[in-house]
């Protein structure tokens, strides 16, 4: 068995520390990265990108890793300490939206915003400006990569989603009276096809265990299911099963206090009725 190195001499970022040991491990074992892959059962590419830091991979990875090379947690130590470094969260969500793309099923709650796959452009550009970005080409680039993301909802063999929305949700209005009104009329429209379901968590259900935390749950098509979980500032992958079970639960006791699909329509359509009904002048 490999001896644990001290780290005194080593990277002490956590990603580059990670990258490191990947490396140095796999050059002391004189293996190729095809070998790894064989011994595992990964494509062998996989390794190639976590030891040219384009990913991290999974604890699962990291530990099967570990026992591999003979060195007990290590190597899941170090990932853990990788996955909570803040530069990690850009590449953590480019994970998800790739695991998006490949889901068979969708659940999510939203306890502020409409939800992404359900945004109108203009809700996008709202939400984009208030997150720093200016007017201009990088906007419009991200504006419109958002919309492309929208579509899986509606191509053929889209996945199954569900959606549990906070009442807040509906009462945070756009500025714009229009667009807002757009927005109401999108999430109707969403409520009437088949693979979409729209549940509205009502201000009496009181404060409940996922009130700030917008979670997202992805079934993949190999049957095993993640979690995405973000705060304002912050988000996180979580893969393993424990963590991801226990979030479910919390999902399902939520969905126990919801209104019904029918109730939230209901709620939606008489929303989107009371602002046709504005004013024209009015915001």
Request: proline fraction near 5%; include cysteine.
């Amino acid at each position: 068995m490999p001896p644990r190195r001290a780290v005194t001499g080593r990277s002490q970022e956590p990603r580059q520390r990670f990258i490191e040991e990947l490396r140095l491990l796999r050059a002391q074992k004189g293996v190729s990265l095809r070998q790894v892959g064989e011994a595992l059962g990964w494509d062998w590419s996989l390794f190639g990108k976590m030891e040219g830091g384009q990913t991290i991979g999974s604890p699962e990875v990291a530990q099967a890793l570990d026992q591999y090379y003979g060195t007990g947690d290590l190597l899941l130590t170090l990932w853990e300490l990788a996955a909570g470094d803040p530069k990690q969260f850009k590449e953590r969500y480019r994970r998800y939206m790739t695991l998006e793309a490949e889901a068979t099923g969708i659940q999510k709650y939203s306890p502020s915003v409409v939800p992404g796959l359900l945004q109108t452009k203009a809700y996008v550009r709202r939400m984009l400006i208030l997150g720093g970005l200016s007017p201009g080409v990088e906007l419009d680039e991200q504006v419109e990569a958002r919309m492309n993301r929208r579509k899986i909802l509606s191509d053929d063999g889209g996945p199954q989603f569900r959606a549990i929305l906070d009442e807040t949700v509906l009462c945070r209005a756009l500025p714009d009276r229009g667009e807002w009104q757009d927005q109401l009329k999108h999430l109707n429209e969403a409520i009437q096809q088949d693979n979409v379901t729209l549940q509205v968590l009502p201000f009496a259900a009181g404060l409940c265990e996922m009130s700030n935390t917008d979670t997202s749950f992805l079934r993949l098509p190999e049957g095993r299911t993640v979690a995405w979980v973000e705060t304002g500032y912050d988000g996180k992958l979580v893969e393993e099963n424990a963590g991801v079970e226990r979030l479910q639960f919390s999902y399902d006791r939520l969905r126990d206090h919801a209104l019904s699909p029918c109730e939230s329509a209901e709620l939606i359509q008489r929303l989107l009725e009371e602002v046709q009904c504005l004013p024209l002048d009015s915001k």
